[in-house]
């Protein structure tokens, strides 16, 4: 840039010396014309160089600022470090244990497995009882006897008036067929363990030996057990009778039709929890 700059005072100064001897009109002329242009030549330069200075002190700001930004960055970096070179010694005994937790998490998942194995194997179970029962019973009988099978377990819930006469705890004859039935697919499922439970609505009763509904749904459950016992051979030790009274009502007592429904004998068949207590005493031990 400065050897063009030189080039132009030159000829500038070669043009005024031309000027200063004798010349033609048209040398003069052209003269004039090339001072004309050197001329802005030269202002055309200088607003070049100008730029250029603005743009090489930019340049210099922003390199000052990269290179304080490098200098924060490294001192981060070595802050980062030596934090994670810290941590890495505390947490060193905690890398050890990992593999432990490992094992830990395993053994569970083996022990979650084994729950849900048993669960399922539950679930089929009592689907195959609730058919195979439902499949037994007559249209008539199925009006008055519910079965389903809720959380794990299957209800199979009878009609009052189909098993004892009001205020009695004595069996019907003709709920005898019934019962049998029932009986059977109890003894078919021998790993299920058999629950009785009478049920009545709020109407105190009025009996000479019979205190109060607790009484009679108690001797209601107590009748049935002993007739799955006595009369079609169920194994006592799976048996057992229990008396709720009216206070586990299904529906409204207000009305005669809730009475009826709350007025109930339910036999409720379990797994035995045998293979889930088993399962239990084998949880993983997680104190250790």
């Known amino acids: 840039m400065k050897p063009r700059i030189i080039a132009i005072i030159a000829g ?44 090489a002190q ?26 994670l070179d810290k941590s890495i010694l505390q947490n060193t005994q905690g890398n050890v244990n990992i593999s432990k937790l490992v094992d830990e998490i395993n053994a569970s998942n083996k022990y979650i497995k084994q729950l849900v194995q048993a669960k399922s194997k539950s679930d089929s179970l009592n ?9 037994t019973l007559s249209g008539n009988e ?4 519910n079965v389903r099978v809720l959380k794990g377990v299957v209800y199979i819930s009878l009609a009052d008036n189909m098993l004892f006469k ?11 067929q019934t019962l049998s039935k029932i009986a059977k697919i109890i003894k078919d499922y021998r790993d299920y363990d058999v629950l009785v439970e009478g049920n009545t609505d709020n109407v105190p009763i009025s009996r000479t030996n019979i205190r109060n509904n607790w009484d009679l749904s108690t001797l209601r459950a ?20 229990a008396g709720r009274g009216e206070y586990n009502p ?8 809730g009475r009826q429904r709350n007025r109930r004998t339910e036999i409720i068949i379990t797994p035995k929890l045998d293979q889930f207590l088993d399962l239990i005493d084998k949880a993983p031990d997680t104190d250790k």
Do not use: W
């Open 12 to 55: 500038s100064a070669l043009l005024a010396g031309s000027l200063g001897g004798c010349v033609s009109k048209k040398k003069y002329s052209e003269l004039e014309t090339l001072h004309r242009q050197m001329s802005q030549d030269y202002t055309t330069l200088q607003t070049a160089h100008r730029q250029a200075q603005t743009k």
């Open 250 to 257: 299904i529906a409204d007592n207000t009305g005669e039709l």
């Open 142 to 145: 199925l009006d008055e006897v």
């Open 127 to 135: 689907l195959a009882l609730t058919a195979n029962l439902t499949r």
């Open 58 to 83: 930019t340049l210099q700001a922003l390199l000052d600022e990269a290179r304080r930004n490098n200098a924060d960055l490294k001192a981060s970096y070595n802050a980062l470090q030596n934090s």
């Open 166 to 176: 009001s205020g009695s705890y004595q069996v019907n004859q003709r709920a005898m």
């Open 222 to 241: 107590s009748s049935i057990v002993q007739v799955l016992q006595n009369d079609f051979g169920v194994d006592p030790s799976r048996l057992t009778a």
